[in-house]
């Protein structure tokens, strides 16, 4: 990718202090791009916002006013938003009949709920100008069914028809909507999946790692900054046809 292609351009990212949103903060700022980075925990923000001179915005996204206050902190400091990349969200496993309704709510409120108040709270700046672009980061488990974690595929394949409902309901403006559906991929969220096999059980931290890498087709987790690039690609201009996606990224499984 040659630098500069998204000078001056505004990107707000969603859990922007770790993993796959920190890849994308890197990747954009090279590009040219200023970034806001929005999460729960600030320290992190704090050291990926050192990395690309970046704006560190703490932000529960559960709470529509505290998006709302972000977001004008985000704007004060980088200008209207061009980019939205919805990345922050949570994980857990459970059997559907020990699963308990207030674990339900918490992956859905975090995953569904906090995707539809970000993108909600940003349209009118995505609306405004040309080239706008909104990037739901969902997962393999938006198109299919995952034992054990009812919640979170419920919570991802509602991410996957907002974002297909917004790309149609938008298609004739300057703004595209598209998702990226990561398999595993080698961030926090996928080492607290092995702490929970390692609890579960008993098996080693090795033997909990290898079992999710051949969840991936190719048995190697899915690379953050693989990620970012197609994050990148999306954003650029010549990628304005490009809507309504759901871009797999898990080695091959479904090929």
């Known amino acids: 990718m040659k630098l500069g292609q998204l000078d001056g351009r505004h990107a707000v990212i969603t859990g922007g202090g770790s993993g796959?949103?920190?890849?994308?903060?890197?990747?954009?700022?090279?590009?040219?791009?200023?970034?806001?980075?929005?999460?729960?925990r600030i320290?992190?923000?704090?050291?990926?916002?050192?990395?690309?001179?970046?704006?560190?915005?703490?932000?529960?996204?559960?709470?529509?006013?505290?998006?709302?206050?972000?977001?004008?902190?985000?704007?004060?400091?980088?200008?209207?938003i061009d980019y939205l990349i919805v990345n922050a969200g949570i994980a857990d496993s459970s059997p559907f009949h020990k699963m308990k309704r207030e674990d339900w709510d918490r992956i859905i409120a975090v995953n569904l709920t906090g995707a539809f108040d970000c993108a909600q709270a940003a349209i009118g700046d995505l609306l405004?100008?040309?080239?706008?672009?909104?990037?739901?980061?969902?997962?393999?488990?938006?198109?299919?069914?995952?034992?054990?974690?009812?919640?979170?595929?419920?919570?991802?394949?509602?991410?996957?028809?907002?974002?297909?409902?917004?790309?149609?309901?938008?298609?004739?403006?300057?703004?595209?909507?598209?998702?990226?559906c990561p398999g595993y991929v080698d961030t926090p969220m996928t080492d607290q999946s092995v702490a929970r096999i390692q609890e579960k059980t008993g098996r080693s931290e090795d033997e909990g790692r290898n079992a999710i890498k051949q969840m991936n087709a190719h048995g190697r987790l899915v690379s953050p900054e693989g990620i970012a690039t197609q994050v990148l690609t999306l954003c650029l201009p010549i990628?304005?046809?490009?809507?309504?996606?759901?871009?797999?990224?898990?080695?091959?499984t479904d090929a």
């Open 20 to 40: 796959i949103g920190a890849a994308c903060a890197r990747l954009l700022h090279e590009a040219g791009a200023k970034v806001s980075l929005l999460g729960r």
């Open 239 to 252: 990628s304005r046809d490009i809507n309504g996606a759901a871009l797999t990224i898990d080695g091959g």
């Open 43 to 80: 320290e992190p923000l704090e050291a990926v916002a050192a990395e690309t001179d970046g704006t560190a915005i703490s932000c529960d996204i559960t709470d529509r006013a505290a998006i709302d206050a972000a977001y004008a902190r985000a704007r004060a400091a980088n200008g209207p």
């Open 128 to 180: 405004s100008g040309e080239d706008r672009r909104l990037i739901f980061i969902a997962s393999v488990a938006s198109l299919r069914g995952i034992p054990y974690a009812a919640h979170y595929g419920a919570s991802k394949h509602g991410l996957l028809g907002l974002s297909r409902s917004l790309a149609r309901e938008y298609a004739t403006q300057s703004l595209t909507v598209n998702a990226i």
